[in-house]
């Protein structure tokens, strides 16, 4: 009778691990535009590192906008023409979109490589942050569908005293000493100038250097002082001591003491964990925490990261990307322990091997209650060079079974992750507010594309947009518990994650066949603790910091 | 100048027998350090009798040296030179001394003396260079290998294997250029020698030179088309730089000349590893530790195919096991027998005996000391997890030092 039973868990543990909610996407009509690399003969490091993306609702009319950065010609460094330009484009709400850069005034500047969207100044409008090649650009939303550049004046203009000019890749927006203002983290990359560019081939053909060929920088912290400037702390907070190959950051309270931290992924190099001590200074504990290095016992290239809570424990967990035949790393938060990492006891490390990732996200794409991972993907070497035929990879997609579990579902996942690209930056949010994620993504020398989620689940759930009042205006550090009938899930506001790239501000929750939130639970960055009752299901809720 | 020949040949010899003493075995450091104590007192006894003894100060003096105790050598060497200025190899240890003590001005004098006595002296002043390779002081380091590389022009082919030894030097301090400019005059002076290639190959290939080490190997292939060998290197280096289609031809090529051949197997093994064929590299590991049962990399390659397969824990194991067996001082072996009881059986106290080894023989392995550090958190163990965070935290400040700009 005993092994009756035992038999009757086995097979329903299997028909569980079996029956994932489907996940699916379709290519949708996306803008017309082309992430410009300013292709040359000869190669530059730049021309293969571009492509950030951002979905964010610039005009506050409830539907996330896509605003993507462009490349220039090369060495020049130099838009010469609209091809070139980063672009906004508006969401009409019917699945088209209007191409507003001109209007907006956020054509920019330069050789440009990533975004991230927050409201510094707290007026209830999104300003972009765009980082770029020895110069980055802060644009000030003017509410009124316009954006100012307002970088000199901010700030933010700079060279570095010991490097001069920096080329930073990403950002992230967080209140590190929670004063309620936004601050601004830059990651920065390696010292570059097109002068100086060695000369690199493979296979008898033109192609880019190894991150070993340049030497790596400090990134930076810029406090937000409240009157439209910054003051750079840096070395004043701890991070400039540390040099890295940055490629991505993602702010969170890794651990959960109510500070947020920065966990910043490194080319070639060991990961950064900037852990925040909660007096205006960092330290640096990746090795104390275990996610300097993978088990793979080397350092790896690392790519793009993002942080959320992929068990439900409460503790935010990392993903990172990284080159072919290096896996992409999943980090489980154990809380005092520090990490541990996953990756082959999840069924990550398998399908990831053959992948070269870049932005990807944590995100519950079937509604199902469990954090799905996606990654885009497209190897690091010219597509015309030596390795041509192996240059542009399909995206890759993992279900969350439960149990810290994942299944490789992307040739499940539609047609249009069958396609190939030499896929760069990725921004998730919900573009048609229909509960499901989507996701904008970008090729290089390739067009923008749209993968609109379409998976057929009956699933229910939550897009909670948060307005700080004590706490910064988009609540970004927030961590949100929900509490259903029979389930728990956490997740936090931010927009940093990915490569490159800024994400939808607005926090998701698939909850599965549950239609009733019991208890919505925000933990501000003000300290303000907020719980809210019997909330119902499938809505975009905005909760306003009491 | 006999005895100054010796003395050369004592510095040759002694440059050739650099060896870390972590490799040698417990015992035998207890017996080489008993020698040495032995040795010493023999040397000072004679001193006390004549303290002029120049070769009982000389072989004083080198002693201090190998032992890092460069204040007493430096002293021992500086009487050696008042009473016989023209000894070149005496003032090459003062080099060494100098240099170690960070003063330039002494190190500048003594590289002058050998250079004014010894001009034409390749092996001494080889030794005088990798000597100053890991020193601070710039410019003398600079116009002792400038010095060297001037002398190529006058050696014949028996010059090569200094300038190779004169590349490991800047190699090891990890000066590209350098090192790659020694490996270059190493091949001018003796292209027959297969050695100068790979060595040069790897320097570039380790650097993400991938274009320029598949150039040098071409060059090799072409001055040695009968040679296994050089189309075995010739498909490590593809492998390292990152093609393995390309090394997959020359594999083949290799394989048309002697099938047989270990490496061969070996390093199609390693190529199917890339390419994640893992069952098939399995397959090919295996098949080639039969043709070389004793060759340590083939069973470590093995344990990493093997532990990349579902049910390949165990069979990894046995194969890093038995790669220990045969090469007890590879720190990436213990590594990874840490990392399997770690990571897939849990077992923190055997993963720790592993990595305490590995960190006690590769030092610079960083994920060896996190991995450590988290064993001992999961055990409860917090004090040895702190004690192993600032051992780690020392090394990093201590190479940060080495690494410092010069």
Not at chain 1, 252 to 265: H, I, R
Not at chain 1, 425 to 454: K, M, Q, S
Not at chain 2, 121 to 130: G, P, R, W, Y
Not at chain 2, 198 to 212: V, Y
Request: a negative charge.
């Amino acid at each position: 009778m005993r092994s009756l039973w035992l038999l009757l868990a086995v097979v329903l543990i299997a028909r569980a691990a079996t029956e994932l909610d489907p996940i699916r996407f379709e290519d949708s009509p996306a803008p017309r535009f082309v992430t410009r690399t300013g292709r040359t003969a000869r190669k530059f490091l730049p021309q293969t590192m571009g492509g950030g993306v951002a979905v964010v609702d610039y005009n506050n009319d409830g539907l996330l906008d896509i605003f993507v950065v462009n490349g220039a010609t090369m060495p020049g460094l130099v838009k010469d023409g609209p091809q070139y330009s980063d672009r906004l484009f508006r969401n009409n709400g019917d699945g088209t979109y209007t191409d507003v850069t001109e209007k907006a005034g956020v054509a920019g500047q330069g050789f440009n490589i990533g975004v991230a969207v927050g409201d510094y100044d707290n007026d209830g409008y999104a300003d972009i942050f765009v980082a770029g090649v020895g110069h980055n650009t802060l644009y000030h939303n003017n509410s009124d569908g316009t954006f100012t550049d307002v970088t000199e004046r901010a700030g933010l203009g700079h060279p570095d005293p010991q490097y001069g000019k920096l080329w930073a890749v990403g950002a992230a927006w967080l209140d590190y000493d929670r004063d309620g203002l936004l601050d601004l983290f830059v990651v920065n990359y390696v010292v570059w100038d097109p002068k100086t560019e060695p000369v690199c081939e493979k296979g008898g053909l033109p192609d880019f250097c190894y991150p070993r060929a340049y030497t790596g920088v400090p990134n930076s912290l810029f406090h937000n002082n409240g009157d439209g400037t910054f003051t750079e702390v840096s070395a004043a907070a701890g991070i400039r001591q540390s040099i890295g190959k940055g490629m991505a950051v993602a702010a969170a309270d890794f651990d959960e003491d109510g500070w947020p931290d920065l966990f910043v992924s490194n080319d070639t190099l060991p990961n950064s964990l900037f852990l925040n001590q909660g007096n205006g200074t960092f330290k640096e504990a990746a090795i104390e925490k275990g996610v300097a290095f993978t088990e793979n016992g080397a350092t790896i290239s690392g790519m793009g990261v993002s942080a959320r809570d992929i068990d439900n424990d409460g503790r935010l967990d990392i993903f990172e990307t990284a080159l072919l035949n290096e896996t992409m790393p999943v980090f489980r938060n154990l809380g005092r322990l520090g990490f541990e990492e996953i990756t082959f006891a999840s069924g990550v490390a398998h399908s990831s091997l053959a992948k070269t990732g870049w932005s990807n996200g944590i995100y519950d794409f079937n509604d199902d209650g469990r954090k799905d991972l996606f990654a885009v993907c497209g190897h690091v070497m010219d597509a015309e060079g030596s390795l041509r035929a192996s240059v542009p990879q399909t995206n890759i997609i993992f279900a969350n079974r439960g149990q810290e579990k994942f299944t490789d579902v992307t040739t499940e996942a539609g047609a249009a992750l069958a396609r190939r690209g030499v896929h760069r930056g990725a921004a998730f949010g919900d573009l048609d507010n229909d509960g499901r994620i989507d996701v904008v993504l970008t090729e290089l020398d390739g067009p923008l594309r749209i993968l609109r989620n379409v998976s057929p689940t009956p699933n229910h759930w939550l897009l909670i947009r948060t307005i700080g009042t004590k706490s910064n205006r988009d609540g970004i550090g927030t961590l949100i518990r929900v509490v259903t009938e029979d389930d728990v899930q956490y997740n936090a506001v931010s927009t940093s994650g990915g490569y490159a790239s800024s994400s939808d501000v607005r926090v998701h929750f698939g909850l599965g066949r549950r239609a009733l939130v019991q208890e919505l639970e925000l933990f501000w960055p003000s300290g303000t603790h907020q719980v809210l009752k019997n909330v119902k299901a499938d809505q975009v809720l905005t909760v306003r910091e009491p | 100048m006999k005895f100054h020949s010796a003395l050369a040949l004592t510095v040759a010899c002694l440059a050739a027998t650099d060896l870390p003493s972590r490799a040698l075995p417990a015992r035998s450091i207890q017996n080489e350090q008993s020698d040495r104590e032995g040795s010493k007192s023999r040397l000072r006894q004679v001193l006390e009798h004549d303290p002029n003894n120049k070769e009982a100060l000389f072989g004083l003096g080198r002693l201090l040296v190998e032992e890092g105790d460069f204040v007493s050598a430096r002293s021992v060497f500086e009487k050696y030179v008042s009473i016989s200025p023209a000894e070149p190899g005496a003032w090459a240890y003062l080099v060494r001394c100098a240099a170690s003590q960070d003063d330039p001005r002494g190190t500048a004098e003594a590289q002058s003396q050998i250079e004014r006595l010894a001009p034409a002296n390749l092996s001494l002043h080889v030794q005088s260079a990798c000597w100053l390779a890991d020193s601070k002081i710039s410019e003398v380091t600079s116009r002792e290998f400038e010095f060297v590389m001037s002398l190529a022009r006058y050696q014949t082919s028996n010059g090569g294997v200094w300038y190779s030894r004169l590349g490991q030097c800047y190699e090891n301090v990890q000066d590209r250029n350098w090192a790659t400019r020694a490996f270059e005059a190493a091949i001018d002076l003796d292209p027959a020698t297969e050695g100068h290639y790979f060595r040069l190959a790897h320097l570039l290939a380790s650097e993400g030179m991938a274009g320029p080490a598949s150039k040098v190997m071409t060059r090799a292939v072409a001055r040695f088309p009968r040679s296994v060998a050089t189309r075995v290197e010739a498909g490590r280096i593809e492998l390292e730089a990152g093609n393995p289609e390309r090394a997959l031809e020359i594999q083949y090529q290799a394989a048309a000349l002697d099938p047989q051949f270990p490496g061969v197997l070996s390093l199609l093994g390693r190529i199917q590893l890339t390419q994640r064929s893992y069952p098939e590299a399995i397959a090919t590991l295996e098949q080639a530790a039969k043709l070389a049962p004793g060759d340590a990399a083939v069973h470590f390659y093995a344990g990493q195919a093997s532990m990349k397969t579902e049910q390949g824990t165990e069979r990894a194991i046995e194969h890093f096991k038995r790669s220990l067996e045969l090469d007890p001082n590879r720190a990436s072996t213990y590594y990874w027998l840490g990392s399997l009881y770690f990571h897939r059986s849990h077992e923190y106290r055997v993963a720790i005996q592993y990595l305490e080894q590995a960190v006690g023989r590769g030092p610079e392995l960083g994920a060896a000391h996190q991995m450590l550090i988290q064993a001992y958190k999961r055990l409860g163990e917090d004090e040895k997890a702190a004690g192993q965070l600032r051992r780690y935290q020392e090394i990093i400040r201590q190479r940060a030092k080495v690494e410092a700009p010069k």
